[in-house]
């Protein structure tokens, strides 16, 4: 039985990219400053493996993908496809909207580089939902509020997401607004994270180590 189930991962994952890769392109933001983490948080391991590589993995087995919006100097011999951001300085709103201008899909899986405890299921559910939706974006939620670092765009968002730039807005929720957004709330995202970390982000040394701790020998599911 063991056999017959490694047998049919790999198919079952190839057709699932087959049938989106044309509609959905993967992007990761990585122009963050690293403040807190004291160093260049894209660039530190897990299991031996740069933060930013181990997001890449994780979208290209979602998407068949990936381009990286940040800083081709900083993370140059890592071997990604990287462009520069349009807005320098903007935070990830400008990211968001450099990424959609460099689309050729429909749709854009887009995640922030510092997110370790996300999941190919919790990924390809997202993608699903969003080829199936006639909203612009789809957005999880949780108690805090929402998570648009990791979240799903359509290419045409593109217009309102630069206006709200040049009119000078940078939190990604407020350049959001007035987009049509399918909203994910916590009761059906949860059965992907049954340890309530998903979007834990990694911006503390302390967060290092914990994500070393919980992650170290596994791999991305």
């Given amino acids: 039985m063991v056999l017959g189930r490694a047998w049919h991962a790999v198919p079952l994952r190839t057709n699932f990219?087959?049938?989106?890769?044309?509609?959905?392109?993967?992007?990761?933001?990585?122009?963050?400053?690293?403040?807190?983490m004291g160093r260049d948080k894209a660039l530190?391991?897990?299991?031996?493996?740069?933060?930013?590589?181990?997001a890449a993995r994780l979208v290209e087995s979602v998407v068949g993908t990936c381009t990286?919006?940040?800083d081709s100097v900083r993370l140059e011999g890592l071997e990604l496809r990287v462009i520069a951001d349009d807005f320098p300085g903007a935070g990830p709103l400008g990211g968001i909207?450099?990424?959609?201008?460099?689309s050729g899909a429909e749709w854009n899986l887009m995640i922030a580089c510092d997110l370790p405890y996300l999941t190919r299921e919790w990924l390809?559910?997202?993608?699903?939902?969003?080829?199936?939706?006639?909203?612009?974006i789809v957005l999880p939620m949780n108690e805090r509020g929402?998570?648009?670092?990791?979240?799903?765009?359509?290419?045409?968002?593109?217009?309102a997401i630069r206006a709200a730039l040049e009119a000078?807005?940078?939190?990604v929720t407020d350049g959001l607004a007035g987009i049509p957004t399918d909203f994910v709330e916590p009761s059906e995202w949860k059965e992907f994270d049954s340890?309530?970390?998903?979007?834990?982000?990694?911006?503390?040394?302390?967060?290092?180590?914990?994500?070393?701790?919980?992650?170290?020998?596994?791999?991305?599911?």
Avoid: W
């Fill in 17 to 36: 990219i087959l049938m989106h890769e044309t509609q959905v392109g993967g992007f990761i933001l990585a122009g963050g400053e690293s403040s807190r």
């Fill in 44 to 54: 530190l391991e897990l299991n031996g493996v740069a933060l930013i590589v181990r």
């Fill in 68 to 70: 990286v919006v940040g």
């Fill in 97 to 102: 909207a450099t990424a959609l201008r460099n």
């Fill in 124 to 136: 390809e559910y997202s993608v699903t939902r969003a080829v199936r939706s006639d909203a612009d």
């Fill in 146 to 159: 929402a998570e648009p670092l990791c979240a799903m765009y359509r290419t045409r968002c593109l217009p």
């Fill in 168 to 171: 000078g807005t940078r939190k």
């Fill in 195 to 221: 340890d309530r970390l998903l979007f834990k982000n990694m911006n503390s040394p302390a967060d290092y180590e914990e994500a070393k701790m919980r992650l170290g020998g596994r791999a991305t599911r």
